[in-house]
């Protein structure tokens, strides 16, 4: 089967994205949604409509109190999928309590959730921006081991195109109150993806918008959630600003033309799509 003249075996490797995911204990809601209705609907949406996908990111905030019972919520909600999966820490989740749940997830030497994996024209980095030493509460930040073991996986990725993931953008939104939650220590970031041979692009989660743009030389995208969404209240301070806009999941793809990152908002109704 050929698509818009390419031959599938060639096909760009894609990716699912979903990012905070909120899981709350059963019977709860956040502003009148339920996370686990929204993520189930969610990940449904993405793995009918899109089969071939190669592995689907978490991109942190899997529970919204970081408790067991949620991570066994989304324990029931992953158990039959087929598709490698890329488990993510954001400042809302307990690193410890997940591994219980999860004990085959991959960790670095120092204990941390990240992951190199070998896409082809393409590697992905999985970074884990959770507890920093310092900062503000629900911050995030990359420690010396962290920066390390990237260290590590840019040598690895050889001048090779790379896709960086973290929960927390190392960035400036506009959004002020969530801007004082960001990364606290992006400089050590950027010190070593602005000196990298090839090219980089960052996903980024936490603002619960879908944002996109270049900060200080690199491409972005920031993804909205599965459930609640950030209103558009640039310049206001505070962080816990939410709206039930529709939930969306992203499609990455990427080969050696470059990354396309697209988002679908799967809670519209016409959510669901119509062949013709």
């Not at 490797?13 to 956040?30: C, R, Y």
């Not at 994996?117 to 900062?135: A, Q």
């Not at 995030?140 to 920066?147: D, E, H, K, N, S």
Request: charged share 20%; aromatic share 6%.
């Amino acid at each position: 089967m050929h698509h818009g003249g390419r031959a599938m075996e060639n096909r760009p490797k894609k990716l699912l994205i979903f990012s905070d995911i909120h899981l709350v204990n059963q019977g709860e809601t956040i502003i009148g949604l339920d996370p686990y209705d929204r993520f189930r609907a969610g990940l449904a949406h993405a793995i009918s409509t899109h089969p071939d996908a190669d592995r689907i990111i978490l991109l942190g905030d899997l529970a919204h109190e970081g408790r067991s019972a949620q991570y066994a919520q989304l324990a029931k909600l992953l158990q039959d999928i087929d598709i490698p999966i890329s488990f993510m820490m954001g400042n809302h989740d307990n690193r410890a309590v997940f591994l219980r749940q999860f004990p085959q997830t991959d960790v670095t030497s120092d204990g941390f959730i990240q992951q190199m994996i070998d896409l082809g024209d393409t590697c992905l980095f999985t970074l884990d921006t959770l507890d920093p030493p310092t900062g503000p509460h629900h911050a995030g930040a990359l420690c010396v081991q962290r920066l390390a073991w990237l260290d590590q996986a840019l040598a690895w990725a050889n001048g090779r195109q790379i896709i960086v993931a973290l929960h927390h953008p190392p960035f400036a939104t506009g959004f002020t109150g969530m801007d004082r939650i960001a990364l606290q220590n992006p400089d050590a970031l950027y010190d070593r993806l602005t000196k990298y041979a090839g090219e980089v692009h960052l996903l980024c989660g936490h603002i619960h918008r879908t944002i996109s743009g270049r900060a200080k030389g690199l491409s972005f995208t920031i993804f909205k959630s599965t459930c609640d969404q950030m209103p558009m209240l640039l310049g206001e301070a505070g962080s816990a600003h939410s709206v039930a806009e529709p939930g969306a999941y992203g499609i990455v793809l990427a080969d050696n033309d470059g990354i396309i990152v697209h988002t679908e908002d799967f809670t519209l109704e016409n959510a669901a799509p119509t062949l013709r």
